[in-house]
């Protein structure tokens, strides 16, 4: 079946603009997970949905950021006000469920450069 | 703060030759999961060994296990030039989060 995948793939934006970012999981998975890796780094936890529940957003660097899952399936983060140093490549992954133990499957990721 | 720690960060070596690279972590973990990146963009899960586990193989990866020392190693047999990638390790917590931790990763360079 498909992967995880997200849209765009690349995104250039100026300054102070908003972005969405979209990740579509894998068909059934319940647990969808957003991380931001920068330039030569490893990857950075920003939250996290498991089926209905409240997401843990304990991730999130700033209230700049935000990101909303309808209908357990899609998921978009937004960012406002774009800053330089949200340049970064934004990665979804999903899981079958949230026990801890299941595989994340990762999509390939939006490049995101602020100038 | 960094819960996985990867050594070396860069290692190159020669086709056929085997690849280790190590893993220290800090808090107690559910399980330790190996990941590689390619080019930067979407990872790829490798193998997962659980706390009980002290060594698992997949192919012509092996993975160890120390609870003890809070360490993971991840060796490659008979390197190829297309396992030229970065390797990551990443962990569940005991604390209930679900969540993957990261280290930084090491870069590891296959040269035919």
């Known amino acids: 079946g498909a992967g995880v995948s997200q849209s765009p793939s690349n995104k250039v934006t100026e300054k102070g603009k908003d972005v969405e970012l979209r990740c579509d999981p894998i068909s059934g998975h319940t647990a969808l997970y957003w991380y931001r890796q920068s330039l030569g780094q490893g990857l950075e936890f920003l939250i996290y949905f498991q089926g209905n529940s409240a997401p843990d957003k304990s991730g999130l660097p700033s209230d700049r950021f935000s990101a909303e899952r309808t209908g357990g399936s899609v998921s978009t983060l937004t960012i406002q006000r774009t800053q330089q140093e949200d340049s970064a490549v934004y990665l979804c992954?999903?899981?079958?469920?949230?026990?801890?133990?299941?595989?994340?499957?990762f999509g390939p990721g939006t490049r995101l450069t602020v100038l | 703060s960094q819960q996985g720690e990867e050594d070396p960060q860069a290692l190159s070596i020669q086709e056929g030759e085997n690849a280790t690279m190590n893993c220290s972590y800090k808090?107690?973990?559910?399980?330790l999961q190996w990941y590689r990146q390619n080019s930067g963009r979407g990872l790829v899960h490798l193998i997962l060994?659980?706390?009980?586990?002290r060594e698992k193989h997949s192919g012509r990866l092996r993975v160890t296990l120390d609870t003890s020392k809070k360490s993971s190693s991840l060796l490659i047999t008979a390197s190829r030039a297309a396992d030229t990638a970065s390797y990551f390790c990443a962990s569940i917590l005991n604390s209930g989060y679900s969540t993957l931790t990261f280290g930084k990763g090491t870069m590891l360079l296959v040269s035919p």
């Open positions: 808090t107690s973990i559910n399980n």
């Open positions: 060994i659980r706390s009980n586990e």
């Open positions: 992954a999903s899981s079958q469920d949230s026990g801890g133990t299941d595989t994340q499957y």
